[in-house]
């Protein structure tokens, strides 16, 4: 039981951290805190489902699902917020609530309503056996995805000049650009590695759910914000350490709480993120930048 | 140009004046205006939307031959409630405004009642789309009418084939967040119970919640194993529930209402084999519901997704059959009519208002998923003797 429990925890934890990325590598560099994550996320979990519809095979759904998000997230950076560079937070973050809602509507109306099931393939909703208990292998690829995906992001922005790049644009931006480096790149290449995580986190997400729905982005998305500020707004660390950290509470309080309290859930997680932030205001593994929303 | 600009202006002048008598001569005592508060996006939409196609379809029809009670033309306003209470409130507050005169809400009790507070001191009578909850009517008043067979008549139901089936041990798994996923499992419950069963455990879930797995541990650790998993949950929770709960091993078959008998739940396919759910009717060879479905195809393009489109039509015929009763189209004789509706043949059967509390007597039919079809187990009306009180 315990170590199923924690198995749990630590499957939702990854997908939370990688959302949490998605939105800590945007907000690093341009100060925006992208409220159309999550939209990121249906168009991602469409796209699987109409690569499968016309017949590809699943990996290669997959992988233009996942190339979707990531594309569509330059093309959102390219329309949306790129005339509004320079522009005050607030103003980007007003730009990303309209874009998605817009988006939120688009899906509705041009879609559907309702829910689409997406059939996972059969052995995703297998089980494995050790000893005495069993690990099912939806969230076993849930750990190693998200896994994978922290790994191959630490490795880009450590060894290439882009990553570099980034690190250095998210400590000053103004300095990199006077060495010559094209903002533009630089942000577009964050927004590509945003739209990259939330076609990975749709992924596992719509594994774990088995429906894409118009509005499927807004609980991954709150959950990505309040991660990303238990864990320091704009730094990439606190972003992972708040995922795991809100998964693995989440995880506990429903296995643990009686069926009475459950319901209360939510309120605790919240009442628990207050308490983080009064003890470290700046979050668990502050930003070398402090910037604040 | 002044000249000019003095000629646009009687122009407009005359438009608009045309435009005023025009609007006049429709407002005519002849016409009725039936305002529909209803979800065409958010959560609701999957609801509302197939029950409104329904109920549009009938006042066209009647509307063809007269309109209610052969005489009062229909005229449906419908705006959005974006499956929100508060903008329920508002858009039936614009429709009242509007001359409403019935009263159309959402899919849900919440919504419904908002709704309903404002239609309760006009007396205009009003009726949810297929909300459920049997404490939605007494909530709101004597104006306020379910139509769709109620979550305690429903759960008693699948109760008493859970029953018959040889089930002896549930697990309740409710959310709080709406009164239809937080009561219909425990009207089950209390059947169960009453019938010989046992709830051996109860499990809670937040709408929109992503992951299941803490939940289905505690299920997979039950010490007492239940052989059933009773829920209310819908879409997208019940997609996610059954995927990590077939995920995590567990074969125990799961049972809900109506809310899961849904094109989405259907293209699940395999993973929902076995589930047993209710709907308001079921077309057999030459019923009058399988005529309705072939003259809605007809209409709409395409088939009906699910019962909420009959039950829609069925309002219609309800309405024009009190209207008919009443004889005028007068709010308070109109909602008389209805609350002394006594076994009024619609499309799936026998519909009864008289004697209730506003929730119709109706039959159930009991369906199960198997091979994503949704196939007919029996057709059933509860002993009223056992629906548990709301």
């Known amino acids: 039981m315990v170590a199923q429990q924690i198995i749990n925890a630590v499957s939702l934890g990854g997908v939370y951290a990688l959302l949490a990325l998605g939105l800590a590598i945007v907000f690093s560099i341009v100060g925006l805190i992208n409220f159309a994550h999550g939209e990121l996320m249906t168009l991602s979990g469409y796209a699987l489902l109409a690569s499968l519809v016309l017949g590809l095979p699943f990996p290669v759904a997959v992988l233009v699902a996942v190339t979707c998000g990531a594309l569509a997230a330059v093309a959102m950076e390219r329309i949306a917020f790129r005339p509004m560079r320079g522009a005050s937070v607030t103003s980007l973050l007003l730009t990303s609530f309209a874009v998605s809602s817009l988006l939120k509507v688009v899906f509705q109306n041009g879609i559907s309503a309702r829910p689409q099931a997406v059939a996972m393939p059969g052995w995703m909703t297998g089980a494995f056996s050790f000893g005495d208990f069993t690990i099912g292998v939806g969230p076993s690829i849930s750990i190693v995805v998200s896994a994978l995906a922290l790994i191959a992001l630490e490795v880009f922005l450590r060894r290439s000049v882009t990553g570099t790049a980034m690190r250095a644009a998210a400590e000053d931006f103004d300095v990199v650009r006077l060495m010559g480096i094209p903002a533009s790149r630089i942000i577009a290449t964050a927004f590509l590695l945003s739209g990259l995580l939330a076609g990975l986190a749709a992924m596992l997400w719509v594994a774990q759910r088995a429906s894409v729905d118009p509005l499927m982005g807004f609980t991954p998305v709150l959950k990505a914000f309040i991660a990303a500020v238990v864990g320091g707004l704009g730094s990439l660390p606190g972003a992972v350490a708040g995922g795991f950290l809100l998964g693995i509470i989440e995880v506990l309080l429903q296995a643990t709480l009686p069926a009475t309290i459950a319901p209360y859930r939510d309120a605790i997680v919240l009442s628990g993120v207050i308490a983080v932030l009064l003890l470290r205001p700046q979050g668990l593994i502050p930003a070398v930048r402090v910037q604040r929303s | ?390």
Request: hydrophobic share 40%.
């Open chain 2, 1 to 390: 140009m002044p000249s000019l600009y003095r000629l646009r202006r009687a122009a407009l002048c005359a438009a608009v004046s045309g435009a005023t008598i025009a609007v006049v001569s429709t407002a005519s005592a002849e016409e009725i205006i039936i305002g529909a508060a209803t979800a065409q996006t958010g959560v609701l939409a999957p609801y509302d939307q197939p029950a409104l196609a329904g109920l549009r379809m009938a006042l066209d029809e009647l509307n063809a031959k007269g309109g209610l009670g052969g005489k009062y033309t229909v005229k449906l306003m419908i705006k959005d409630t974006r499956s929100d209470t508060a903008q329920t409130a508002t858009v039936a507050q614009e429709l009242i405004d509007a001359g409403a005169k019935i009263m159309i809400t959402p899919c849900d009790a919440d919504p419904s009642i908002s709704a309903g507070q404002l239609t309760q001191p006009l007396g205009i009578p009003t009726l949810t789309l297929c909300g459920s909850a049997p404490v939605l009517t007494g909530a709101v008043g004597d104006v306020m009418f379910g139509t769709y067979p109620a979550d305690n008549v429903q759960a008693t139901a699948v109760a008493d084939f859970a029953v018959s089936e040889g089930k002896k041990k549930v697990f309740l798994l409710t959310s709080p967040d709406t009164t239809y996923t937080a009561n219909l499992p425990e009207y089950f419950g209390k059947v169960f119970e009453k019938k010989g069963g046992a709830v051996v455990g109860r499990g809670t879930f937040t709408m929109g919640q992503p992951d299941f797995s803490a939940e289905i541990t505690n299920i997979k650790g039950l010490a007492d194993k239940p052989d059933l998993i009773m829920t209310a949950a819908y879409e997208p929770d019940f997609p996610a529930f059954i995927q990590q709960l077939r995920g995590a091993g567990v074969t125990i078959p799961v049972y809900g209402a109506d809310a899961i008998g849904t094109p989405t739940i259907k293209a699940l396919g395999k993973l929902v084999d076995g589930v047993v759910y209710t709907a308001a009717g079921y077309a057999e060879p030459g019923s009058k519901l399988e005529a309705f479905n072939a003259a809605f195809t007809k209409y709409a393009g395409h088939a009906p997704e699910s019962t909420y489109e009959v039950n829609g039509y069925e309002i219609g015929l309800i309405l024009d059959q009190a209207v008919k009763t009443a004889g005028t189209d007068d709010p308070k004789a109109v909602r008389d009519a209805i609350a002394n509706l006594k076994d009024f043949e619609g499309i799936t059967g026998k519909i009864t208002y008289a004697g209730t509390n506003r929730m119709p007597l109706r039959p159930v039919a009991l369906m199960r998923y198997d091979g994503g079809e949704g196939k007919h187990v029996e057709t059933l009306i509860p002993d009223a003797a056992d629906v548990p009180a709301p």
